[in-house]
C-alpha cells in the first residue's frame, strides 16, 4: 500500500465492494481444499450464499499465490436504479484516509413503475432515462427537495405515479468497521449469531415452521430481491400468507443471515489479505482507474460508490454486499 504521496509502492488498496466485484466477474475456480465457508456448517447459507463466500475466499487465496486468470474487468454497469448513476471504472486508493473510501453516495431511486414499465418484467432503460431527464430539472429537483406536495403533482401529471421516489443514502462499505475488529473478535460475533439462531426459531410455531420446516431460512432472496419481493411465494405450504411468511424472512435475515455474511467476508478477508492490498499492477490490469484524489490529479471530489441491484435470486449476495448498511422492510 502506498502510505505517503512521496513514497511509491506497487500495491494500492480497493474498497471491500469493488474487490467483492472483482471476486464475482473472474470466479475462480473453488479448491477442494477450500471448500469450507467456516469452521463449522452454517445449515441457512443457500448454496448460492456459500458459493459466494467461497468465490471471495478462493479470489483472495489466488491473488495471494499470483495464480489469477482474468475473465472480465471492473467496468461498473448503469443498473438504471437511481437518478444520478452511470456506468465508470471502479477507482483504486493509495492512502487508507483518501475520503473516497469513506463517502456517503446520496441518490434518488427510480420508481419500480418507471423501471419496470406496466409490471414488466424487461428493464425499460428508455423509460429510466426519460424519468432521469425529467427530475435533473432545476425547477423538478428543487420541488422534490423544498416541496413534496408540488412535487407529487408534477409527477403525477407526467408519470401518473402518486408516490414521490426514495431518496437513498450508501455507505462505502464499512472499511472502519472491518478493519477495527481483529479475527477473535468477528469469530467471536459469528459464534455468537449461531449459538443465538435457535432463540429466533423456537420464537413462535410459525417462526419454526417457515424457517426449519419448510427451510425457507435460505430462501431470503425473496424480500431481498425486487424480482421476488413483490410476487407470489411458489410452494407456501406453511398455512401462513405470504404476507405473513416475508415479515418472518424480514426479521431472520436483518437480524442473522445479513450479519452473518457480513462478518464471514470480513473473517475471509482479515485471515487472507487483511488490508485488501493489491499489486497495482493487477488492479491496472482489471482496467481500475487510480483515485484523483489519492494521486493529486484533481482537488475535485467525484463520488465513486458500488451500486448493485441486480434482480436474481443468484445475486442476492452481491446484492446484500453492495447494499450491506441497508435493513429490508417486508412488504406489508
Known sequence: MITTSSSISPFSKATKSNFVRIAKKNSPVIDNANNNVYTSDIHFLSEVEKKGILTIKQFLINSKDNVIQFKANVHIEDTFSFVNEEARFAKYHCHSNCKGLHSIYK?????????????????????????RTWFKQPEITNLYNTDQKKFIEKLQL???????????????????EMTNMSLSDITIEIEKILNSINSLYNQSKDHKNVLVRNRFSTKTFLVTSKKYRDVAIENNNTGLSDKEVRIILTEFYN????????????YWILKLNSCLDFNKSLLEQLKFQPCKLCFHKSPEYVEDIDICDEDTEDDELMNFFYNENHNYCAVI
Request: hydrophobic share 35%; proline share 9%; no cysteine.
Open 107 to 131: 441518490d434518488v431511486e427510480i420508481p419500480i413503475e418507471i423501471k419496470y414499465k406496466n409490471g414488466s418484467s424487461t428493464l425499460d432503460q428508455a423509460g429510466v432515462e426519460v424519468f
Open 158 to 176: 407526467k408519470f401518473n405515479l402518486r408516490n414521490p421516489p426514495k431518496p437513498i443514502e450508501i455507505g462505502n462499505d464499512g472499511f472502519h
Open 255 to 266: 437480524k442473522f443471515k445479513r450479519p452473518i455474511l457480513d462478518l464471514l467476508t470480513n
